[in-house]
């Protein structure tokens, strides 16, 4: 802990802002729905000459003074409820605390928290849509396809293609909130038979899946 700071003495009169901590955000936060930004500066006081201020970016979203608090408080604590947006992906949140003891003849003393960053993100309940032949000759090819709309970022989208064991390499393209992925299934004379052939789309560590029959077939 750093030394206080002392009347002439040397008596503790306060302690500085020293550490100010942000609460860890979620790894991903859903547009549209709320999360918690905390802020917790220990020790430091006295908590009356205190002002904590939590900020997105530059932009102040709330600011408390605790002035009133009994003389000998310590540390405080600071917490709001904040509506993820769009346009807070990547965004940086922090908290500043200041300790304003220029009153009692002494300085300003402030320190920030270190930033961190939210990714937010939206994936629509509805799941893909697939689409394929729904027969396949053994030693043929068919094209699949696999779409979805209302994705944000559709960029950190991951796609997953598969018929039956076979993984497919899908070309993915995007075109605003929009993904496509098309691939070529080849059926194989071990895949004769049902197979099932699913998409599955993952984003912000929620995924969205659908799944159609496939009869594999051979002439002889």
Request: charged share 20%.
């Amino acid at each position: 802990m750093s030394p206080g700071i002392s009347n002439s003495r040397g008596s503790p009169l306060a302690e500085r802002p020293d550490r100010v901590e942000l609460v860890p955000l979620p790894a991903w936060q859903p547009v549209g729905e709320n999360f918690t930004l905390s802020c917790r500066v220990p020790g430091a006081g006295p908590r009356g000459s205190l002002t904590l201020t939590l900020l997105r970016g530059a932009q102040e979203l709330i600011r408390r003074s605790f002035s009133g608090e009994p003389p000998r408080a310590r540390g405080a604590v600071l917490t709001a409820t904040v509506l993820a947006r769009r346009e807070d992906h990547g965004a940086n949140f922090s908290c500043r605390a200041e300790l304003d003891l220029r009153p009692h003849g002494l300085g300003l003393f402030e320190n920030s928290s270190a930033p961190r960053e939210l990714r937010t993100f939206a994936l629509p309940p509805e799941p893909p849509r697939l689409a394929a032949p729904r027969l396949l000759e053994v030693g043929s090819e068919g094209p699949v396809s696999c779409a979805m709309d209302g994705l944000f970022p559709a960029s950190e989208a991951e796609v997953y293609l598969a018929l039956g064991d076979q993984r497919l390499s899908p070309d993915v393209t995007l075109e605003g909130d929009a993904l496509m992925a098309t691939a070529t299934a080849t059926a194989s004379a071990e895949q004769e038979g049902a197979r099932q052939l699913v998409c599955n789309v993952t984003l912000g560590g929620e995924s969205r899946e659908t799944q159609e029959n496939v009869t594999v077939y051979s002439k002889s």
